[in-house]
């Protein structure tokens, strides 16, 4: 499966353009602040864009929709929504077929109620919810307890080779994997919910005491 990462704006956020080797069909997902610059490299690809999809409704990653949908005549859908072609809604566990491969809707909420992790072939677009060596920001009560479920019952059930793109470059490399997260990620270590909340409520002291930027 061949992905392209663009870094869009904002604040360092990452937008992604990403279909199977034989197959002209693609997926853009979080198109926000350059949408043009995507839809560019697609048609210089010379894919079709299928779907376009946002992991969540925060204007960092929908500002660019209108624009998007100027462009290629196709609505960003978010979870929850409906595509029209398929007249799909967008719920957990949702497939969309994207030329030979599947794409796979998993709700994912905690950092915003609607946030969506995009499953593709062997990669997973976790927008907010999770980064290269940390997790999205939520309150410290139900959106913690949400996130925490999210993480552990729904993106550590994926193997471990699983790429993981995520959208922001908050982490110390643009991608990873959910085999390298679970490991080394302080948040996936914490052996419970009540050590995860711990340690979003003193991250900023845990990030001083081991020298994390």
């Not at 853009?28 to 992991?55: H, K, Q, W």
């Not at 859908?77 to 998993?106: K, Q």
């Not at 959910?178 to 003193?202: C, H, M, Q, W, Y």
């Amino acid at each position: 499966m061949r992905i392209q990462q663009f870094r869009t704006g904002g604040d360092r956020n990452y937008g992604y353009l990403a279909g199977g080797d034989s197959t002209p069909e693609a997926v853009i997902v979080d198109p926000s602040f350059s949408p043009g610059a995507i839809v560019d490299y697609a048609r210089e690809m010379n894919l079709t864009i299928r779907y376009i999809l946002c992991t969540h409704d925060h204007h960092d990653h929908t500002n660019g929709n209108a624009e998007i949908e100027r462009l290629t005549g196709r609505a960003a859908l978010l979870y929850g929504d409906t595509d029209p072609e398929s007249d799909t809604r967008l719920a957990d566990e949702t497939r969309l077929p994207l030329g030979d491969l599947t794409i796979t809707i998993l709700h994912t909420p905690g950092h915003t109620p609607d946030s969506m992790c995009i499953a593709v072939g062997d990669a997973v677009f976790t927008g907010d919810t999770l980064f290269v060596g940390k997790v999205g920001g939520t309150d410290l009560h139900s959106g913690a307890v949400a996130e925490y479920e999210a993480l552990h019952r729904k993106l550590l059930s994926l193997p471990d080779e699983t790429r993981v793109f995520p959208g922001h470059d908050y982490g110390i490399a643009p991608q990873s994997t959910i085999g390298t997260e679970r490991r080394t990620n302080p948040f996936l270590l914490r052996p419970d919910l009540a050590s995860f909340v711990d340690l979003k409520r003193n991250w900023a002291a845990y990030k001083k005491e081991h020298g994390i930027a």
